[in-house]
T-cell receptor
Framework: EAQVTQNPRYLITVTGKKLTVTCSQN?????MSWYRQDPGLGLRQIYY???????DKGDVPEGYKVSRKEKRNFPLILESPSPNQTSLYFC?????????????FGPGTRLTVL | KQEVTQIPAALSVPEGENLVLNCSFT??????LQWFRQDPGKGLTSLLL?????REQTSGRLNASLDKSSGRSTLYIAASQPGDSATYLC???????????FGKGTLLTVNP
């Protein structure tokens, strides 16, 4: 089954404690991205990756890091989380080729930073 | 900078009605436009993707249109059902970084 998986699905942590949210896709997609979704602000892109070893900043990259060492994985790293990073996070992937560009989204990770 | 607006923000209709959701965008230089559905607390599911060269796409009771020159898209839902209740999001793909820009969504409630 074609899917994007994220782990963990729910996470409560404290300020300053480094964490990683994993994202994996099984569709051999080149393009992967991370979004955060906040009430009233909608979905905003954090980072994206056009392919292995190619990553770039989205609209709200401050406080986040990513890496793309393998095509299927695109982890999101919060080196020193702060309460303003409490949000619902989504990973997405696609293959940018015409109608194959349909975005597949993961189920989301709800992060609370105390 | 691309901006995507969805009107209305919320819509409540009785079961069986046909309805239209609207999406507008400020920069017409797009690759494609996508409509998504999001159920509460869940991820996004792609409904329809329209290439910039296309005028419309259909899937079952859903029909999406695109007028790139005027920066508008509509999602038409025929014979609405309570199971259609969800938030519908419009997103446009464009720019040098192939970015996907989302609207804030329309919350649809279909009452039995």
């Amino acid at each position: 089954e074609a899917q994007v998986t994220q782990n963990p699905r729910y996470l409560i942590t404290v300020t300053g404690k480094k964490l990683t949210v994993t994202c994996s896709q099984n569709m051999n997609h080149e393009y992967m991205s991370w979004y955060r979704q906040d009430p009233g602000l909608g979905l905003r892109q954090i980072y994206y990756s056009m392919n292995v070893e190619v990553t770039d900043k989205g609209d709200v990259p401050e406080g986040y890091k990513v890496s793309r060492k393998e095509k299927r994985n695109f982890p999101l790293i919060l080196e020193s989380p702060s309460p303003n990073q409490t949000s619902l996070y989504f990973c997405a992937s696609s293959s940018p080729a015409g109608l194959a560009d349909t975005q597949y989204f993961g189920p989301g990770t709800r992060l609370t930073v105390l | 900078k691309q901006e995507v607006t969805q009107i209305p923000a919320a819509l409540s209709v009785p079961e069986g009605e046909n309805l239209v959701l609207n999406c507008s965008f400020t920069d017409s230089a797009i690759y494609n436009l996508q409509w998504f559905r999001q159920d509460p607390g869940k991820g996004l599911t792609s409904l329809l993707l329209i290439q910039s060269s296309q005028r419309e796409q259909t899937s079952g009771r859903l029909n999406a249109s695109l007028d790139k020159s005027s920066g508008r898209s509509t999602l038409y839902i025929a014979a609405s059902q309570p199971g259609d209740s969800a938030t519908y999001l419009c997103a446009v793909r464009g720019g040098s970084n192939y970015k996907l820009t989302f609207g804030k969504g329309t919350l649809l409630t279909v009452n039995p």
